[in-house]
């Protein structure tokens, strides 16, 4: 199994641009989220799945768009792309309520 | 606000030691609590949980957390530290057994040999 897998591993971004993190499991999770990691701040939750067609906010959620059409994938999308948004962005899935989740390796987004 | 908290920035131990990092939830309910390892450039991994019973849990790699309910404290322990244990450790809690899991800001765990 290769776990959680996301691409890019690095992006460089202009300011306006969009652009999509991929995300893919394939575990057959029902629950994947996405995460933002800043320096002293831990990690804050941006959108989550519990399925297939369910989506919902996290805390962190302006500036971004996600969609779950399958079990295994859940793209971020980015829609305008800004300075405050320069992170590293982790896709997270888990079986359930309980579960640990499964962090892929990160995708580190500057925008410039 | 739901949150987690994590007091020390960073915990520094002789390796062979007991380690503690520490851990307060403010969760409303009986939040399930999570205690995950991050190393350099990497993802997080996970060392173990609390859902329910016994108030010590053990997980991964000799690590053990201890519940304490009326303190709303999960701290994480090590009876004898490795210098291999020098990572970044996050405590989370599952906000209303949602699957939505909040972080605390992480301690940094430095082992010396």
């Known amino acids: 199994n290769a776990g959680v897998t996301q691409t890019p591993k690095f992006q460089v971004l202009k300011t306006g641009q969009s652009m999509t993190l991929q995300c893919a499991q394939d575990?057959?999770?029902?629950?994947m989220s996405w995460y933002r990691q800043d320096p002293g701040m831990g990690l804050r939750l941006i959108h989550y799945?519990?399925?297939?067609?369910?989506?919902d906010q996290g805390e962190v959620p302006n500036g971004y768009n996600v969609s779950r059409s399958t079990t295994e994938d859940f793209p971020l999308r980015l829609l305008s792309a800004a300075p405050s948004q320069t992170s590293v962005y982790f896709c997270?899935?888990?079986?359930?309520?309980?579960?640990?989740?499964?962090f892929g390796s990160g995708t580190r987004l500057t925008v410039v | 606000a739901q949150s987690v908290a994590q007091p020390e920035d960073q915990v520094n131990v002789a390796e062979g030691n007991p380690l503690t990092v520490k851990c307060t939830y403010s969760?409303?309910?009986?939040?399930?609590l999570f205690w995950y390892v991050q190393y350099p450039n990497r993802g997080l991994q996970f060392l173990l949980k609390?859902?329910?019973?016994?108030?010590l849990v053990k997980g991964s790699y000799g690590f053990e957390a201890e519940f304490n309910k009326s303190q709303t404290s999960f701290h994480l322990k090590k009876p004898s530290a490795l210098v291999s244990d020098s990572a970044l450790y996050f405590c989370?809690?599952?906000?209303?057994?949602?699957?939505?899991?909040?972080f605390g800001q992480g301690t940094t765990l430095q082992v010396k040999p």
């Open positions: 989370a809690a599952d906000s209303g057994n949602t699957g939505k899991l909040i």
């Open positions: 997270a899935s888990s079986r359930g309520q309980g579960d640990g989740y499964t």
């Open positions: 799945s519990v399925g297939a067609g369910i989506t």
């Open positions: 575990m057959n999770h029902e629950y």
């Open positions: 969760v409303s309910g009986n939040p399930y």
């Open positions: 609390y859902i329910t019973g016994d108030n």
